[in-house]
């Protein structure tokens, strides 16, 4: 691994290059931060995924990208006189240390369950912190993680269950009250019934992702793997369909689903 110094000087290098790039790239000097945004999400997404990969050499280069960002955004905040790298760097450490009394203080948390407890409430206590526990949610975060976050938020404040088998108990009413508004919806072209269901679901799911919060389950990971695990099958019955030149619409559920069970029984 390398030392300090070569770590700094590498930061430096970034530094430089970007600062280059601004100047001489047709590119790189036409971009502000409302065009970058889309490709920053994207740089994010490619990190996440090559963490689901356990892809350590692409979350090398995936965290590369993701810094590269971190700086553009900072060196277009230095051109308009507003901020620059230092700040970033000096507020994010001024953040940390504030956040972090149990370290940089006299308080005591000898767990990490304290530690996020005392975490929500120290952020209230910031100057430009949280108005309140909830307002720190992206409101751009994909529904399942917002739904975590918000779980996961409230839980530091002591808003949970007291005993995570009893959430079953909501899950299942749940699914009973779903279950109740399909029924409605199907003997009715009522477009108040279908919103109903649709309320219905979407309190199902909420109740699902607080479940796998309770068991220290990720619920985004969780579907994504399901995802990829799906595509793995299907793209193994296409192939095959593709093998017997019969194209997928020409077979039968029955002939797909055998090809799907030998794509599962053929996964390690």
């Known amino acids: 691994m390398h030392t300090r110094e070569e770590k700094t000087e590498a930061f430096g290098r970034l530094l430089d290059v970007i600062d280059t790039l601004r100047v001489k790239c047709p ?11 889309p490709n920053t999400i994207e740089e994010v997404y490619e990190l996440c995924d090559a963490i689901l990969k356990d892809d350590n050499n692409d979350i090398r ?7 590269m960002h971190t700086v553009f955004y900072a060196k277009l905040g230095e051109e308009k006189g507003l901020f620059d790298m230092a700040d970033v760097c000096n507020g994010e450490c001024d953040k940390l240390i504030f956040r972090h009394p149990h370290v940089y203080g006299e308080e005591q948390a000898e767990t990490s369950e304290k530690v996020l407890q005392n975490w929500e409430q120290i952020k209230l206590k910031e100057k430009d912190g949280n ?53 409605k919806m199907n003997t009715s072209e009522n477009a108040d019934d ?17 479940m796998a919060r309770l068991y220290k389950l990720n619920p985004d990971t969780a579907l994504e793997h399901t ?18 030149g019969k194209p997928l619409k020409e077979m039968t559920l029955e002939e797909m689903e055998k090809l799907w069970q030998e794509a599962k029984n053929g996964e390690v």
């Open 27 to 37: 590119w790189d000097r036409k971009q502000t931060n409302e065009s970058l945004r």
């Open 61 to 67: 280069k995936e965290l590369g990208d993701v810094l």
């Open 194 to 210: 279908k919103a109903k269901a649709e309320n219905e679901l979407g309190d199902l799911f909420f109740s699902l992702v607080n």
């Open 131 to 183: 108005k309140s526990v909830l307002s720190g949610v992206p409101t751009s975060l994909p529904s399942m993680i917002k739904a975590y976050r918000i779980q996961d938020k409230a839980r530091n404040v002591g808003f949970d269950w007291e005993k995570r088998e009893d959430v079953w108990a909501k899950v299942k009413e749940e699914i009973g009250e779903f279950e109740a508004e399909l029924r």
């Open 227 to 244: 995802n990829q695990k799906f595509i793995r099958r299907f793209n193994y019955v296409e192939d095959h369909s593709i093998k017997i």
